[in-house]
């Protein structure tokens, strides 16, 4: 698979996370609608400025955006991703209490 494909893969990815149209993240990064159709198709290649915004537009790392194979198998887990995403948006302290609160429950249900 190209690399243009590959990382626009992950930005679609990555958007539809964030419940982001191609239209709104375009608004973000200061591009078109079209722009960001093309990049997801592997039609567009990208400057690494514009690669930079995308990545702080979805708040993810640059190197998000590019394919991880050891990551591979959750792809399709879909609720997973969304587990990290609204991870990524709280505090470390929160983020701290959310595993507590996930390990104490998964203690109970193992026994």
Same mark, same amino acid.
Do not use: C
């Given at each position: 698979? /190209?690399? &243009? /494909?590959?990382?626009?893969? $992950?930005? *679609?990815?990555? *958007? +539809? !996370? /964030?419940?982001?149209? %191609?239209?709104?993240?375009?608004?973000?990064?200061?591009?078109?609608?079209?722009?960001?159709?093309?990049?997801? *198709?592997?039609? $567009? +290649?990208?400057?690494?400025?514009?690669?930079?915004?995308? &990545?702080? &537009? !979805?708040?993810? @790392?640059?190197?998000?955006?590019? #394919?991880?194979? $050891?990551?591979?198998?959750? #792809? #399709?887990?879909?609720?997973?991703?969304?587990?990290?995403?609204?991870?990524?948006? %709280? @505090?470390?302290?929160?983020?701290?209490? &959310?595993? *507590?609160?996930? @390990?104490?429950?998964?203690? /109970?249900? @193992?026994?």
């Amino acid at each position: 698979m /190209k690399v &243009a /494909k590959q990382v626009g893969d $992950q930005v *679609r990815h990555y *958007r +539809n !996370l /964030k419940g982001l149209t %191609q239209e709104q993240l375009a608004e973000l990064v200061d591009t078109y609608g079209t722009y960001i159709g093309r990049l997801e *198709r592997g039609e $567009q +290649n990208v400057q690494l400025e514009t690669l930079e915004k995308i &990545a702080d &537009a !979805l708040q993810i @790392s640059v190197y998000a955006l590019f #394919n991880h194979p $050891q990551f591979d198998h959750l #792809n #399709n887990q879909e609720w997973i991703w969304q587990v990290v995403h609204l991870l990524q948006e %709280q @505090s470390t302290d929160e983020q701290e209490r &959310a595993y *507590r609160v996930l @390990s104490e429950m998964f203690k /109970k249900t @193992s026994k």
